[in-house]
């Protein structure tokens, strides 16, 4: 069974502060996804990541894959209220299942103003 | 901006009953999904399916539950006699690419929140 950690489980910060928020395994993927999910809702897609060492920025936000295929981080610089979510991960295993994506518990982040 | 749509959005049903989840994914979309999610639990995986024929399902997949593409257009889940613990938010997702493309970018749908009692 492939695992994808997510670390740290909560994060409440203020506005304007920086953070990163992680996403480990032991397995390597071939991909991985960042999804930000609100209460109630379906996850939305933010980024995919597939080359080893990867580095995508999206605004403020800053994601990156391990040199392994086995990590990610998702970086915000000054984060605001509305970056407020549940930050998931999501890999497909690499030499495994074409189709399925596995996903991390996610980390909840509040960020107060 | 094409999206997957759900209906509905929550289903109330007695155990025992028959369900269907509707979905309508990407127009262009080839790869469809279902996952589910019990409340404070992870994002499972249910089961994929391209060209009318499942092409992985997880252990979660047992014989209650099935899948169909009955038109050009929807995607549907159906539970035959729900239990208890199949009350949870079921999301379906379509992607353009699977296989073994790396940008296999799945994108999900507002969900539907089953709730059996």
């Known amino acids: 069974t492939q695992l994808l950690e997510q670390s740290p489980q909560f994060l409440s910060i203020q506005e304007g502060e920086n953070l990163t928020v992680y996403c480990n395994s032991s397995s390597v993927f071939s991909s991985l996804q960042w999804y930000r999910q609100e209460p109630g809702e379906g996850p939305v897609l933010l980024v995919t990541v597939v080359t080893g060492g990867e580095v995508k920025k999206l605004k403020r936000l800053t994601f990156q894959f391990g040199d392994a295929r086995k990590d990610s981080s998702l970086h915000i610089t000054a984060a605001q209220p509305g970056d407020t979510g549940l930050y998931l991960c999501?890999?497909?295993?690499?030499?495994?299942?074409?189709?399925?994506?596995?996903f991390g518990k996610g980390t909840l982040l509040t960020v107060n103003p | 901006e094409p999206e997957v749509t759900q209906t509905p959005s929550h289903q109330v049903t007695q155990m025992g009953q028959e369900v269907i989840l509707r979905c309508v994914p990407i127009s262009n979309h080839l790869y469809f999904y279902w996952y589910r999610q019990i409340l404070g639990q992870k994002v499972e995986f249910l089961v994929s399916?391209?060209?009318?024929?499942?092409?992985?399902k997880s252990e979660i997949f047992d014989d209650q539950f099935s899948v169909e593409r009955p038109d050009g257009s929807n995607f549907t889940l159906k539970i035959r006699s729900t239990k208890l613990e199949d009350s949870a938010m079921y999301f379906c997702a379509s992607s353009e690419a699977g296989g073994t493309t790396a940008y296999n970018e799945q994108f999900f749908g507002p969900g539907t929140r089953l709730t059996v009692l």
């Open positions: 399916f391209y060209n009318n024929e499942i092409s992985e």
């Open positions: 999501a890999g497909r295993n690499s030499g495994g299942s074409n189709y399925k994506l596995t």
